[in-house]
């Protein structure tokens, strides 16, 4: 038997997908798992913030699309992608145990403090709340794009810092 598993393309929802792979290669070693990657909307719009091209569920449309066209049998998200509400042709089965919650402030390499004079790369709404009442006075820009994206636009500086989970290996 063959499970198919969807999966953003990006580095992140691939090591959480392999993760569920190993999981169930765990459970049945005999199962052949595997993976089929797909770019989805809000990873190909990045010059908007996600309010204004449609909200979390641009992350999982089409992930949602490949399950009902049985070109997946499961999928993996990150809950920070998942909208708010879910179809019930879709239901949420399963969760696995979470990470490290925490969110991290990361400074380009070497640096130890903030550039005032450079925003701070966010684009969570909840964080932004968060850093508005952290450094009163410091731009708070969204920024776009997978951890690897954020980095590389943190070292060619974009922005002073970036305020973001997951921390970044």
């Not at 070693?29 to 797909?38: A, G, I, K, Y």
């Not at 770019?39 to 699309?65: A, N, Q, S």
């Not at 932004?128 to 920024?143: D, H, M, N």
Request: proline share 6%; hydrophobic share 40%; aromatic share 4%.
């Amino acid at each position: 038997m063959e499970i198919k598993i969807g999966s953003r393309e990006s580095r992140l929802a691939v090591i959480q997908s392999e993760m569920v792979i190993e999981a169930i290669k765990k459970y049945d070693e005999r199962l052949q798992v595997s993976l089929v990657t797909m770019k989805t909307t809000g990873d190909m719009i990045l010059d908007k913030t996600l309010d204004k091209i449609g909200g979390k569920g641009l992350f999982v449309k089409e992930l949602d699309r490949a399950l009902l066209d049985r070109r997946a049998d499961l999928t993996v998200h990150s809950l920070k992608d998942m909208p708010m509400e879910v179809s019930a042709e879709l239901p949420l089965l399963a969760f696995s145990k979470r990470e490290d919650p925490r969110d991290a402030l990361v400074l380009p390499e070497g640096e130890s403090s903030l550039d005032p004079e450079k925003p701070i790369g966010c684009s969570s709404l909840r964080r932004k709340l968060q850093l508005s009442r952290l450094f009163p006075g410091v731009e708070i820009k969204p920024v776009r794009g997978n951890v690897q994206t954020r980095l590389a636009k943190l070292d060619r500086g974009e922005s002073t810092a970036l305020w973001f989970w997951p921390v970044p290996d």
